[in-house]
């Protein structure tokens, strides 16, 4: 079993290893936590994200360097038993454009850096109502092409109102590490009112501003502009 801080750890091990850790085919940008609907990808209905996960989510009491994910990256692949849905399984890439915020600071640096050399991927199990998930961390390695998920934590995502799921990761029934997924930003790109406790936490903790990584590879081969200064 393995904590959350021991299993990025072992990523920021894995991903200092390797010379891709910053890959040239990503760019950092700095962006101030106020304006972080600006920059990332909303989960609405044209990114076919359910209802239970659109909008933006803020890891309040999260003690890692990254603070808002958005599932509108993710993919969702159908979980069946004996031709009957039992559930979903999302798989975001956390180093990915759009769907991940990291601490403007030496912290943020290094995990993102370590997250793109093994190309880490949460894997999360939901029921079908998404009321419940578990949670996984998949990553692989810059010298082959293989996968594995690091050693389970027991880490689960569990909702308590419509807005909100409480993360855990549990040793032999107790919980070693507990935060919260509030949503900050509806489907429809609205600011919730946690929005303005994300700010004044961030406010509060530092930094204020957020790396977000952006691809080089895309069509139109430009940032957003919320990058561009």
């Not at 091990?13 to 700095?30: H, K, N, P, R, T």
């Not at 909303?42 to 360097?65: E, F, K, V």
């Not at 807005?163 to 507990?178: I, N, P, Q, W």
């Not at 004044?200 to 080089?216: K, M, N, Q, T, V």
Request: aromatic share 10%.
């Amino acid at each position: 079993m393995m904590t959350t801080t021991r299993m990025i750890a072992v990523l920021l091990f894995i991903g200092m290893s390797s010379s891709s850790a910053m890959a040239s085919d990503y760019e950092l940008c700095v962006v101030e936590h106020k304006d972080i609907d600006q920059a990332l990808r909303i989960g609405s209905d044209a990114t076919h994200t359910p209802d239970s996960l659109q909008g933006l989510w803020w890891m309040d009491g999260n003690p890692l360097p990254d603070e808002v994910v958005s599932f509108a990256g993710a993919e969702f692949i159908e979980l069946m038993e004996d031709g009957v849905l039992v559930g979903y399984r999302a798989i975001i890439k956390i180093y990915g454009e759009g769907v991940w915020s990291w601490h403007h600071s030496r912290e943020g640096y290094l995990l993102y850096g370590a997250a793109r050399a093994t190309r880490a991927e949460f894997h999360i199990e939901f029921n079908p109502d998404f009321t419940f998930g578990q949670v996984m961390i998949d990553i692989g390695s810059a010298y082959h092409s293989s996968r594995f998920d690091l050693p389970p934590s027991d880490a689960t995502l569990v909702k308590v109102n419509d807005d909100e799921y409480r993360r855990d990761t549990m040793l032999f029934g107790k919980t070693l590490e507990s935060y919260r997924f509030r949503r900050i930003v509806d489907g429809d790109g609205n600011r919730l009112d946690a929005y303005q406790d994300f700010v004044a936490a961030i406010d509060e903790r530092g930094p204020a501003e957020a790396l977000l990584p952006f691809s080089r590879l895309d069509d139109d081969g430009e940032l957003p502009s919320v990058c561009i200064d």
